[in-house]
């Protein structure tokens, strides 16, 4: 069983700034993705960014140079970094795992998602 847990999220002025964390637990044997998506009011769930084992990562253009991911690969955490916040980033957050889990034996990779966060901004 793995889960995923968010914290960080919350109520900002616009121009500010939050920190996202999600942790990954339970029987994980590899994690090959971790990112981020929103699901901004009214719209469609879109990606905001992912980062790769290897370290490799994707911003959405409309989070570029504003927002930063990282991942703790020791600890199945990923981070984002929220910085210049403006009202078009309100959205429910939610944190995404691409893994293999292993019990002693290995399963196929999977997508897990975290029950998400809520990132208001305003004024």
């Known amino acids: 069983q793995v889960q995923l847990v968010e914290s960080g999220g919350g109520v900002v002025q616009p121009g500010g700034s939050l920190r996202l964390s999600c942790e990954a637990s339970?029987?994980?044997?590899?994690?090959?993705?971790m990112g981020w998506y929103r699901h901004p009011p009214g719209k469609e769930r879109e990606l905001v960014a992912s980062?790769?084992?290897?370290?490799?990562?994707y911003y959405a253009e409309f989070v570029k140079g504003r927002f930063t991911i990282s991942r703790d690969n020791a600890n199945n955490s990923v981070y984002l970094q929220m910085s210049s916040l403006n009202l078009g980033d309100t959205a429910f957050y939610y944190c995404?795992?691409?893994?293999?889990?292993?019990?002693?034996?290995?399963?196929?990779?999977?997508?897990?998602w975290g029950q998400g966060t809520q990132v208001t901004v305003s004024s």
């Open positions: 995404m795992a691409n893994l293999r889990e292993f019990d002693g034996s290995w399963f196929d990779s999977k997508d897990y």
């Open positions: 339970g029987n994980i044997g590899w994690i090959n993705v």
């Open positions: 980062i790769r084992s290897g370290g490799f990562t």
